[in-house]
């Protein structure tokens, strides 16, 4: 089946500590999304990659580092910098002029 | 900038009775526009989108949306609500020309069908 997949689905991080979450395609889409959600709120972008090897800063993107190595994968690092962590992150994939494609999410708390 | 406005933080309807969810949008040029529909602690699910053509484009579930360029609206209605409908609405943008290709969310409404 084609999807996208994230990984882990809950994720626990202590103060200090970098932690990378996972997202995966298998959909041949060019451009992946990373959002994080917040309690009652909207998505927010934090990065995004348009092509492999190339990626660009969204609205929220201190505190966070992305890779594209390859154009199935776009994990996003979450490091000690970002001082309130705590979300549900979204990552998303599609081609252009057409609707996105979400993962499950990923849920992860600051310990 | 783009941006995408939900007015309403939650909606609450009756089993059987017809439901509206808002949206107002800002773009440059003409928008490409969706709505996504999310149960807790789940991804967001694709429900329709306007692209061109049509200004009432219907989608999964009964749900459809009338584009209004005039009025830069794009609200989702449904004839008949569903308790199952309950969830987490959201309504997105993006420009055709935008180089960027990011979609820009609304805050989000929360639908609530009580029987």
């Known amino acids: 089946d084609g999807g996208i997949t994230q990984s882990p689905k809950y994720l626990f991080r202590k103060e200090g500590q970098n932690v990378t979450l996972s997202c995966e395609q298998n959909?041949?889409?060019?451009?992946m999304y990373w959002y994080r959600q917040d309690p009652g709120q909207g998505l927010r972008l934090i990065y995004y990659?348009?092509?492999?090897?190339?990626?660009q800063k969204g609205d929220i993107a201190e505190g966070y580092s992305v890779s594209r190595e390859k154009k199935e994968s776009f994990p996003l690092t979450v490091t000690s910098a970002q001082k309130n962590p705590t979300a549900f992150y979204l990552c998303?994939?599609?081609?252009?002029?057409?609707?996105?494609?979400f993962g499950q999410g990923t849920r992860l708390t600051v310990v | 900038a783009q941006s995408v406005a939900q007015p309403e933080d939650q909606v609450n309807v009756a089993e059987g009775n017809p439901l509206t969810v808002k949206c107002t949008y800002s773009?440059?040029?003409?928008?490409?526009l969706f709505w996504y529909v999310q149960y807790p602690n789940r991804g967001l699910q694709f429900l329709l989108k306007?692209?061109?053509?049509?200004?009432l484009v219907k989608g999964s579930y009964g749900f459809e949306a009338e584009f209004n360029k005039s009025q830069t609206s794009f609200h989702l209605k449904k004839p008949s609500a569903l308790v199952s409908d309950s969830a987490l609405y959201f309504c997105?943008?993006?420009?055709?020309?935008?180089?960027?290709?990011?979609?820009?969310f609304g805050g989000g409404t929360r639908l609530m069908v009580k029987p």
């Open positions: 998303a994939s599609r081609e252009p002029g057409q609707e996105a494609f």
């Open positions: 959909l041949n889409h060019d451009a």
């Open positions: 990659s348009q092509i492999v090897n190339d990626f």
């Open positions: 773009v440059s040029g003409n928008p490409y």
């Open positions: 306007y692209i061109t053509g049509d200004n």
């Open positions: 997105a943008v993006r420009s055709w020309r935008d180089a960027g290709n990011m979609l820009t």
